[in-house]
């Protein structure tokens, strides 16, 4: 089956992964890649292990050369187009938070107005994220209020909500998706996981921020690909699916004694404690009974096998990654 | 009691009218207007009749002069900055989108972003609107779902949205009001009421959309002024307020019809038909239950008398009105 695909946002984590697990689950998929920065080093980009000549990179920002972009979908007549690209990191957007907004909401949403005439389109899948609900506490469903409580988070729910017009009246086959914080091999090295793994690899302590008692629940990254697809494909239009895992929350305390028992260390040796960061959501879980339900999906990725995969990506491009900034740089 | 108020978007209908209101409800209150265009023409700013040096006027832009803003409102510390500033008009809003999202959302955030340092300001009030909740049907209490269908109503909520991390993280003494339609004396042009009346007089037929089946509901802007100032005094930090009448609404073709029974015409002499316009907000109604019990408001203004006001107000300065353009003119 011909299927092709446009992800923008292809050089992160997700996007990246998404690309991959795309042209692994249809030999016979088309995938073009798009984002503001030139394609990440090999070790960062899963897909580069697969021999394909089924996927083109073009480095162009959402933000800037809109036009192009369009040249592209236009060249292409795309089934989907699946949008990865957004201003992540949620302490960091309390600086010059509308450098946040005109990514994640300004510039996708000139995206919407752009696409609405291109009638080939299959589906739009914007990657949304479960801090749109904010901080309250409860298992969100779908339908949940819609209240951040960071400039991070509000500029990704003001991206939905900008998005949703186009649907409503204009025929933007839009879904979004919600997932809850993912992990796999190719990780950003600043990300709770890899970092850890790095840290311990290195004798360097861990900050336990507040403890380490901020519960947060994890789910691989290709379990997240396999329902982001399948959204893609057989999702409803105008509407939200969550993905979460079906065990409940971790504290990163927990995380961290789990990652050093599987790499044969003590815990005490490994952390320090820090103090509370500011402006962090606290705990958020989402229930994804709709997609389990209407689109026949479930994780199949056990956490303690996924852990283990990671730590053996961190062994096998250690030299590469020890040389790799291991913090978030802010690119405007 | 000395009160000090800055209104940003003080030459327009709501804003201008907030001006007058507050001057006439305390003689010792002081107002700085700011808006991006030098003062309108008297006849459209109510407060213009106050022979008053209590209000001063500085013409700022809050997309391309925050700096400036923030510099009258470092040097005048006031109580209290009402928002009305904001991008309007619905249909237009399909035509780049983005430059009503600019408004909006990105500069208000801004603005909220800059105040969270200023301790004196005891409440930032931002005007949003009820397009924010969409056309879905049903009577809206302020903690329903935020949906809206058109650019103009998302830009409008995502400018809510944005400004809620800085009440919920920064101390942002924040509310928001929402009010049905409003109507009185120095309207603009363009709008149902003073356009019905204009016409008539002109002997120039009324498009009737739809046949007028819109149904919308109206309300006084001096009974908005008062609940506005009310919630600016006295609602709780982060909360909603509605702002709407007693009673339900009213079909444009009622409207209409009473306003040629009230000017001696027939309604049949007056219409013509037109197609129904793309993309606006059907209906929707509010409930104001809150305003009333938490701050005992009520709308005094009965809209047989409010109606008579304003075609007073059209018969005063007929001769410059007509002399005004009657179309909405976008300006970014």
């Known amino acids: ?27 016979e998929a088309e ?12 070790f960062f980009l899963p897909y580069k292990e697969i021999d394909s000549n089924r996927f083109r990179f073009y480095q162009l920002d959402l933000n800037h050369q809109i036009d192009k972009i369009m040249s592209v979908v236009r060249d292409n007549r795309p089934d989907y187009i699946v949008n990865f690209a957004a201003q992540g990191m949620v302490a960091q957007s309390w600086q ?3 450098q946040w907004f005109v990514t994640n909401c300004l510039a996708i949403m ?12 299959k589906r739009y899948v914007q990657i949304s994220s479960p801090e749109v609900y904010g901080s309250c506490s409860g298992l969100k469903e779908e339908e949940a209020s ?15 909500i900008s ?45 336990l921020h507040g403890g380490g008692k901020a519960v947060k629940s994890y789910i691989h990254i290709r379990d997240v690909c ?18 979460s895992p079906e ?18 260390k003590n815990l005490e040796d490994c952390v320090e404690m820090a103090e509370d960061r500011f402006g962090q959501d606290a705990e958020y879980e989402i229930n994804s009974t709709k997609v389990r339900k209407e689109l026949c999906w479930k994780p199949s990725i056990d956490f303690d096998n996924g852990i283990s995969e990671v730590i053996a990506w961190v062994e096998k491009y250690y030299d590469e990654l020890i040389n790799t900034p291991m913090e978030y740089i802010h690119k405007q």
């Open 31 to 42: 995938v073009i890649g798009i984002s503001r920065s030139a394609e990440y080093k090999d």
């Open 96 to 98: 010059n938070p509308d």
């Open 163 to 207: 998005l949703y017009p186009f649907f409503l009246n204009k025929g933007l086959p839009l879904v979004y998706t919600r997932a809850t914080n993912v992990y796999g091999p190719y990780q950003q090295l600043f990300r709770i996981i890899p970092r850890t793994i790095i840290y311990i690899k290195k004798g360097k302590k861990i900050q």
């Open 247 to 264: 065990s409940g929350g971790m504290s990163i305390y927990d995380l961290v004694r789990m990652i050093c028992r599987k790499m044969d």
């Open 226 to 243: 396999d329902a982001t697809l399948k959204i893609a494909r057989d999702g409803r239009n105008g509407d939200v699916y969550h993905i």
């Open 146 to 160: 819609i209240r951040p409580s960071t400039p991070y988070a509000a500029s990704k729910a003001c991206g939905d």
């Open 110 to 121: 000139n995206l919407a107005n752009n696409l609405v005439c291109e009638d080939y389109l």
């Open 1 to 27: 089956m011909k299927e092709k695909f446009i992800v923008i946002g292809s050089n992160c984590f997700s996007g990246a992964s998404f690309v991959d697990y795309v042209l692994r689950d249809n030999p």
